[in-house]
């Protein structure tokens, strides 16, 4: 079995930073893909960043230049810096991690509000 644990969520001010960060734990092999989504309430879950085994990463063009994914490959860690947070980003965002199948956290809430 393959545990994500993700941590970092909250409320802060528009302009704000959180980080993110998930922790895979249990039998899990050299992680290939890893990242996150995120989903407001009626609305499909939509993808925010990825970060490959070699470092290569991706971004949804609303995060390019605030958002920052990277991963401890020694930990199973994958993390979100997110800087210059809008209230558009308000939403929970999900973790995942493949490793010979596909792994999602539980969630974790970000409200961006005054």
């Known amino acids: 079995q393959v545990q994500l644990v993700e941590s970092g969520g909250g409320l802060v001010q528009p302009g704000g930073s959180l980080r993110l960060s998930c922790a895979a734990s249990?039998?899990?092999?050299?992680?290939?893909?890893m990242g996150w989504h995120r989903q407001t309430p009626g609305n499909q879950r939509e993808l925010v960043a990825t970060?490959?085994?070699?470092?290569?990463?991706n971004y949804r063009d609303s995060v390019k230049g605030r958002f920052t994914i990277s991963r401890d490959n020694a930990k199973n860690t994958v993390y979100l810096q997110m800087n210059s947070l809008k209230p558009e980003d308000t939403a929970v965002y999900y973790c995942?991690?493949?490793?010979?199948?596909?792994?999602w956290g539980q969630g974790t809430q970000v409200t961006v509000s005054s």
């Open positions: 995942y991690v493949v490793s010979r199948a596909l792994y």
């Open positions: 970060i490959t085994s070699r470092g290569s990463t």
């Open positions: 249990g039998t899990i092999f050299s992680p290939d893909a």
